[in-house]
């Protein structure tokens, strides 16, 4: 899953980066107001993060923007305590939570994986799928009740065909929403971490959808 940060706060930003990344997303960040409507508007993010108060560009202006350009993915407005009519500019103009500042990361990061999952008509914040059981709050994968050790690239590529479960997923889009703007992007890595991700799985949970991609769904009975 990859996720957009847009705090003007230098040092509120870097915490919620860092916060966000240590979960386990791809992040890319943005300090004013133009620079994150730019970046929202023309890379795909899975959800967004979205201070109101910016320099620039103000919050509400910016949801306004992008859901008029048809941009759908899920955002949570940063708020100051008291300024109620904000928040309701922007839900009205298109956001989907809000928390107030200050505020713990740990609620931040509940939000947005409700956020997340809701997006993807998921109810509950463990995803299965077959014997395989994905955690999305600890971050932990169970294949018939064994735990699973993935590094932090296979847990995001599983984490996101899981997501999409039963929906082909092209190595493209893996790349767009596993990566950050600043990685190497070689589209060979989806192959590899996929062939890892299988090894460790022992199970057929990951199928190649020849020339178009990937697409996760339980694996047939073993006859
Ligand atoms: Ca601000």
Redesign the pocket.
């Known amino acids: 899953m990859r996720l957009l940060v847009v705090?003007?706060?230098r040092d509120l930003n870097r915490q919620i980066v860092s916060a966000l990344e240590m979960a386990g997303y791809a992040v890319d960040r943005a300090l004013d107001g133009e620079e994150g409507q730019y970046l929202g508007e023309t890379e795909p993010y899975d959800a967004v993060v979205l201070?109101?108060?910016?320099?620039k560009m103000d919050g509400a202006s910016i949801i306004t923007s992008w859901r008029s350009a048809g941009k759908t993915m899920p955002i949570l407005v940063?708020t100051a305590r008291d300024r109620w009519s904000d928040k309701v500019n922007a839900f009205d103009a298109g956001a989907d939570d809000y928390v107030t500042k200050p505020f713990h990361l740990e609620e931040l990061l509940a939000r947005l994986r409700a956020l997340l999952r809701r997006a993807t008509g998921h109810a509950t914040s463990e995803l299965v799928c077959g014997p395989v059981k994905l955690d999305t709050r600890s971050g932990r994968v169970v294949v018939d009740g064994a735990a699973v050790r993935l590094t932090s690239h296979e847990y995001r590529l599983l984490s996101y065909l899981m997501h999409h479960e039963g929906r082909i997923v092209s190595r493209a889009e893996l790349i767009e929403h596993l990566y950050d703007q600043d990685f190497d992007r070689d589209s060979n890595t989806v192959e590899v971490f996929v062939g890892r991700i299988r090894r460790k799985l022992g199970c057929d949970l990951i199928q190649t959808v020849r020339g178009l991609g990937y697409m996760a769904a339980p694996p047939a009975e073993k006859a």
Do not use: M, R, S, Y
């Open positions: 705090e003007d706060d201070d109101l108060g910016l320099p940063l």
